[in-house]
């Protein structure tokens, strides 16, 4: 007789890989933004994120097609990656239209209540758990938000709302590609994420142009496209390849690990913003914002290790064998 022991397997995860790809695609990210921050002075932001995502196409495609499968140009998850992609594209415009009247690591901190957000839309959508500590650790964070935000004081303006509402949008994002999880390869998903942005931002461009008149305080809005000269155009080619290591990166650590996990993991893109604000425009941030970021960060750290550690605990569970059942075989 043969004996076998029941085991149980845990679905595919592998949150390792997925806290180092989304770590360095932070480093991307804070790049990007760097860049786009920069270069805002002379160009407005739909021109910005349309030549970031024209440049990206042309860097993808050819590489897609050269690779072969698993990379696709064509998709039947379409319809999920045309709602990440307006997700992201919206919300990003929001966040770089704040850039002129906030220093970096205010903007990024306020964003930043993004992964709490998501890990309250995983339990909401993906039904992962919320403990009672996670709960208060995201009240905790929350609170950090406000501090940063500080509404109803003197300081506080309207336009720190804009990366609230980026937030909000990155958060539905990364609970989409959840979704879309192992079914599609990392430069399909970027491919889809960065194309449809350039006719998305036009759009929402030009619409708003044709609503507002944007004084000079907000040229950065206006529908104007000026020609780069060689210098200009090497930036565009730099923003474009940050954004698109970015979000490819980002983009596989929400596919092969749990939202909840990889959301703390986030937070690495503040204190990086805050270092690079000081060195490149001598940014400092205010009591508040620094007070607010530690709230934040301590809040998803701390999510983070709690997540570690109950999926520790249900991997020893699920992988213990139970009481060996006989089977007939040949050899009894």
């Known amino acids: 007789m043969t004996v076998i022991s029941d085991t149980r397997f845990i679905p595919s995860s592998r949150p390792l890989e997925g806290m180092a790809a989304l770590m360095l695609g932070m480093v991307f990210f804070v790049a990007q933004d760097a860049l786009m921050k920069t270069l805002l002075a002379s160009y407005p932001v739909w021109m910005l994120i349309g030549a970031r995502a024209v440049i990206s196409v042309a860097l993808l495609v050819p590489l897609i097609l050269l690779l072969g499968k698993p990379h696709r140009l064509?998709?039947?998850?379409?319809?999920?990656?045309?709602i990440r992609a307006a997700l992201f594209a919206v919300g990003?415009?929001?966040f770089y239209a704040a850039f002129p009247f906030m220093g970096l690591a205010e903007v990024t901190t306020i964003f930043f209540s993004a992964p709490l957000i998501t890990a309250v839309l995983?339990?909401?959508?993906?039904?992962?758990?919320?403990?009672?500590?996670?709960?208060?650790a995201l009240a905790a964070g929350f609170a950090g938000v406000l501090i940063a935000m500080k509404p109803g004081g003197e300081a506080f303006q309207w336009v720190a709302v804009l990366p609230l509402v980026c937030a909000l949008t990155y958060?539905?994002?990364?609970?989409v590609a959840r979704k879309i999880?192992?079914?599609?390869?990392?430069?399909?998903?970027?491919?889809?994420t960065l194309a449809p942005s350039g006719p998305i931002v036009a759009a929402l461009g030009w619409g708003l142009n044709q609503a507002f008149d944007f004084g000079p305080e907000f040229s950065h809005l206006r529908f104007e496209f000026p020609i780069p000269d060689g210098t200009g155009f090497l930036w565009l080619v730099a923003i474009a390849a940050a954004g698109m290591m970015g979000y490819i990166l980002n983009s596989r650590a929400y596919q092969i690990a749990p939202a909840s996990l990889m959301a703390p993991f986030d937070y690495s893109y503040l204190p990086m913003a805050a270092v690079l604000g000081y060195l490149?425009?001598?940014?400092?941030?205010?009591?508040?914002?620094?007070?607010?970021?530690?709230?934040?960060?301590a809040s998803g750290v701390f999510i983070g290790y709690?997540?570690?550690q109950t999926a520790r605990r249900a991997k020893a569970v699920h992988i213990a064998p139970t009481a060996p059942f006989v089977v007939?075989?040949?050899d009894t």
Request: glycine share 8%; proline share 7%.
């Open 306 to 308: 709690r997540e570690i």
């Open 328 to 330: 007939d075989s040949p």
């Open 122 to 136: 995983a339990a909401i959508f993906l039904r992962e758990t919320i403990g009672l500590q996670r709960g208060l």
């Open 92 to 94: 990003f415009c929001l």
């Open 74 to 82: 064509w998709t039947p998850l379409w319809p999920l990656h045309l």
């Open 181 to 192: 999880g192992d079914r599609e390869s990392t430069l399909t998903v970027g491919l889809y």
């Open 280 to 297: 490149l425009w001598g940014e400092v941030p205010p009591v508040n914002t620094v007070l607010g970021m530690t709230l934040i960060v």
């Open 171 to 175: 958060a539905l994002s990364q609970i």
